[in-house]
């Protein structure tokens, strides 16, 4: 799930935070949070951010609680290279963290943008759990064998395309927000190609402040 402009950017032309979305979509973020096992976000994302999304809404945390789940969903974090500075705030946050691993070599997208002097930091030292994968079909199976079954993707752009791009995007999620940034940053890379599919709209709910939830669910297009 994202916020978008209504040009479909998650970001302004240089760069940086947009500050999309209002209350009306950060209650419809924890909502989803509420909803999930777990949440997935790339390492880029985590660097940027420094955080991933919590919920502090005392109705969704006591109905977690009343189903005998966690306070918050599973932190999914995906890296190839597993570095992630150490002194983030993600690392003081109270949830469990998983390193998903990707097999191949890191990708430019995920080195850090600004490498720290001294020594290369240890690979995620605080996560609870590592799962290397070869395929996300491969990946969603182990997720599920661990009871991770309901799967929330806060970002970034070229993971939510990788997943769209391998057909494992069951639900689109966007609250469109009034304004126009214009630039490149869209939230699915530019170049992405992908099969023709056709999403069938579920939910429109304003949100206040002039946003609007749109949540879509992917229909397998018809075999002529």
Do not use: K, N
């Amino acid at each position: 799930m994202l916020a978008v402009s209504l040009d479909g950017r998650l970001a302004p032309p240089a760069g940086g935070a947009a500050q999309l979305g209002g209350a009306g979509d950060r209650r419809a973020l924890e909502e989803a949070l509420a909803w999930a096992d777990a949440a997935l976000l790339g390492a880029e994302t985590l660097r940027r951010h420094g955080s991933t999304c919590l919920i502090h809404a005392p109705d969704l945390l006591a109905a977690r609680g009343g189903q005998g789940r966690s306070a918050q969903p599973t932190a999914l974090v995906l890296s190839r290279s597993g570095h992630i500075p150490p002194g983030l705030p993600f690392w003081r946050q109270p949830l469990q963290r998983w390193w998903l691993q990707p097999a191949g070599r890191p990708s430019e997208h995920d080195q850090p943008a600004h490498p720290e002097p001294g020594p290369r930091p240890r690979m995620l030292p605080g996560c609870d759990r590592v799962l290397a994968f070869s395929s996300w079909v491969q990946l969603r199976s182990a997720l599920a064998a661990e009871g991770l079954r309901r799967l929330v993707l806060l970002g970034g752009a070229d993971l939510a395309g990788q997943l769209l791009a391998a057909e494992q995007v069951d639900e689109l999620q966007l609250t469109l927000c009034p304004l126009l940034l214009g630039g490149p940053h869209s939230w699915l890379p530019p170049s992405l190609g992908l099969r023709l599919s056709h999403w069938q709209l579920l939910e429109q709910r304003p949100l206040g402040g002039d946003e609007l939830l749109l949540r879509y669910l992917r229909r397998p297009v018809p075999v002529p």
